[in-house]
């Protein structure tokens, strides 16, 4: 059990982040991750600050265990692509003064690296347009939009990430990516081939879950690069597609999940989380009891 140290993401408790370190600390967790876009803004911390936040989180006998860097679009995404990456710069800098490596960062869809074939994208025509709707709408020409290839996408992913994971590096801190999917040979590929730092890929059961995989085999195939872990549950839905719940009311196995987590060896941070809902601080604390109770070395 060495391997595994359990938090807690103090975004889930709905308070300040002084209340939040309070309340994280009444759960029998070793570390507590910190959101860097809405708690803890570089640009909104001294050196001063940080040094403050690190005791703070220590005499509470506690650790920072990553910093989530989210995102609403993903990591290469275009669209606000250089302001996003400015963001990330910043997060990655705040790592070392915390205490911390870890940089959880949204990745999205990884593209096909071997298909070169070119589409388009037919912008919106007039006959697109529901004029009984709205009749005064009108639409672009319906001109064809060239749009790049899944390998041009994924070339550019990847040197969004090389140059990302060369800044990580030499602030003594990693890119952990999380994925809308568990597509084994695309993930396994993208991480092979940064080569610039350390990047590592985040375990999700629940995201597992609700795109049609079981965890356990998700975590078999890539464990050798899963450096982080958020322990979310979930099931699927009558339409195929998945929803997160609470601790213990989906269909991840967790007795069978923490057996492989364990068996692999892994120093891992394992971050009990709920990301909706009502109670999510009462939810946090439940998973945070029934994962203890799975691991009495704890």
Known sequence: ?????????????????????????????????????????????????????????????????????????????????????????????????????????????????????????????????????NPFSFASSGAAVPQASEAQQYRHLLEVLTDMAAVAGREGASLQLIPSAYDTARLR???????????????????????????????????QHVGYARMRDARRDVDGGGIEVSHGDGIVDWQEVLAVLTEAGAALWVCAERTGGDQRGEDVARAVNQLNSLLPAF
């Open 189 to 223: 590929r993208l991480l092979t081939d940064v080569k610039s730092g350390p990047v590592g890929l985040v375990f999700d059961p629940a995201t597992c879950v609700m795109s049609g995989r079981n965890p356990v085999d998700v975590f078999r195939d890539l464990y």
């Open 1 to 133: 059990m060495l391997g595994l140290r359990l938090a807690v993401a103090t975004e889930d408790f709905g308070t300040n982040l002084r209340q939040a370190i309070a309340r994280a600390a009444q759960n029998r967790v070793r570390g507590l991750r910190l959101n860097v876009r809405q708690e803890v803004r570089a640009e909104e911390f001294s050196a001063t600050g940080l040094r403050q936040l690190r005791h703070f989180v220590e005499e509470h006998q506690l650790r920072v265990a990553g910093l989530m860097f989210p995102s609403r679009h993903a990591l290469a995404e275009p669209l606000y692509l250089d302001q996003r990456l400015d963001g990330l710069r910043a997060a990655i800098g705040l790592a070392r003064p915390l205490g911390t490596e870890e940089i959880l960062v949204r990745v999205g869809r990884i593209p096909d690296p071997d298909d070169e074939s070119e589409s388009v994208a037919h912008a919106a025509s007039n006959h697109d347009v529901n004029s009984l709707t």
